[in-house]
């Protein structure tokens, strides 16, 4: 089952509940007066914005191409989506953002955008008395990978590796202007930079966390098969919304309409798909519950891979009122089947492209993932993650001693983990239930950190290698008779997107830091590269990293040793006589 993280901001406050938690709503008010040569604004807004994003072991978050889509017309909003574009561009793991004003939408049978942002102003007061204007509105803001997305949600071996995730929010804005701060452009410029703020913050943190260096190859891509059978309640009529074919996925479209009837409208789809034999899928809500405050929601499936979705966006919360208006949608997905994906990953594992295989595990059958796991085996992996998978697969296998070595080797590698008290705990579990000891960290000797996979210098001197990022060179460190065990990567810098750190990670004993290294530099060509030398008892190690011109997503390693020059006493020492 998927970990559902729910966050949200109170001021600075951060609260996570568990696995599962429920979205709060985080509020703050601001104001501000400005008095410009040219014109005068005063203006203050409350912005309440709640996120929310659901991940499973592997969870890849790729928003190359994003789609802003616009409800209502009014040129404060054309102004602010422009800002917001802009500044959605500027991310460096963004390709392309593309704008769809209102009654416009994407080109149905197209590839489907990575996340959806949809935007809507509600005016209420906008006047202008002797040269000043008084405006107020509030804009709507949600960003997902739909343009709505259903609160009743599931993972199964079916679903894509791709974050789920939704930001919902807005800004209340007041504001008395004059001269030039009266125009739309100068009342939108101080709603657009909350808007840019909410949406870039999340973006950045997620791709912090689940970034891939990566394109999703084509045998994971869809191909939108033209036959929709879609069992339509007669006389209905819904605004299409997208519609066209994506990660996993053959086609995926969304219709959507307001209404203050939103119970006859899922109860309508109910009835037609049971009259054409479709399954409906516990838990659907079809009346109003007197005790809880529910959306309604119905989900049903034609064969598996095939399903409907219907289900209510609430726009506030408390006691439904006789006539309120809220929004319904419709969802229709035909995802890959087992097989497909079996297909997929076959071709895959053919082309040695593991990083993206791994993300597939969940819908693999034992086949193919003992299959995965003999060729990950191959490979020597450090990461915490998959070496956890592959004891646990050890195990299943009657490899006792090799999964109780795996797991050892999972738990001295915990430290490349996310996050690493969690890890340890998965663990320590993993280690109970498979009934071993308890897990305790390697004694940092040579010979230790060998079976670790650790080379020392002089093995690694000369050595060329390909590497991604977070993939490290172990190195096995001598440093005034002490051994210390060095790993040596390049990440993402979570502060400046789209640009690289050099770590180094060093243990000796029970002490371990994690250097920070910001020193890494662009040629000529922008390619990334990075230099670190290690001094050591035997000489120093330079280590080199150089990104690749066809493969940036993959850096050169060159590792040399120099030799260190002898010491005075050294060089006037005479040869004994056995020497």
Known sequence: MPATERKVLIGSLIVAVGLIATALVGWRLLADKITLSGGAIESSHQTSFSTSSSTSAYTAFAPRRLAVMLTDAHPVLDAAHATLRDGLTALPYV???????????????????DAYLTLGIDVAHDRTTAGTREFKATVHLFVGSMPYVSHSSYFDHLTPPSLRFEIDGKVEHASTSAGDKSTDQAIAAEISKELVKQVTDKFN???????????????????????????????????????????MRHRHAMWTTRTNKPKAIVQAFHQACTDAGWRITPGAVLEDDPKFIQRYHLRARNGYPIEIEVF????????????????????????????????????????????????????????RANRFYQAVAETHPTDPQLLLELARYYHRDGRVEKAEQTLAAAYANRHRARDVAKMADALKKAGEEMGFDELVDPP??????????????????GVSRTVGLNEPVLI???????THAVD??????????????????????????????????????????????????????????????????????????????PSRAEAQRKPGPLE
């Open 488 to 565: 040596l990567y390049l990440a993402p810098n979570p502060d400046q997107p789209g640009e690289v750190q050099l770590h180094m990670h060093e243990r000796h004993g029970d002490h371990a830091t994690l250097h920070s290294r910001h020193g890494t530099h662009r040629d000529n060509d922008g390619r990334v590269y990075a230099i670190e030398l290690l001094h050591d008892d035997r000489g120093m190690l330079k280590v080199r990293f150089w990104q690749q011109a066809d493969h940036p997503d993959r850096y050169d390693v060159e590792l040399s040793l120099s030799r260190n020059a």
């Open 444 to 461: 940092i000797t040579a010979e230790a950190l060998t079976k670790l996979g650790y080379q020392t210098v002089e093995q690694l001197a």
């Open 205 to 247: 943190e997620w791709h912090g966390l689940h970034a891939v260096d990566f394109t999703w190859p084509d045998a994971l891509i869809g191909d939108y098969p033209d036959d929709l059978d879609i069992p339509w309640p007669a006389g209905l009529e819904l605004e299409p919304l997208v519609d066209g074919y994506g990660l």
């Open 312 to 367: 209510e966006v609430r726009q506030r919360s408390g006691k439904r009122e006789t006539g309120e208006v809220s929004r319904i949608c419709v969802r229709y997905q035909h995802r890959f089947d087992r097989p497909e994906i079996g297909a997929a990953f076959d071709q895959l594992l053919d082309n040695d492209q593991l990083d993206i295989a791994r993300l597939l595990t969940h819908s693999l059958n034992e086949g």
């Open 476 to 482: 096995v460190r001598e440093l005034n008779g002490k």
């Open 95 to 113: 390709d392309a953002v593309d704008v769809y004003p209102p009654g416009r939408r994407p080109e149905p049978g197209a590839r489907l955008h």
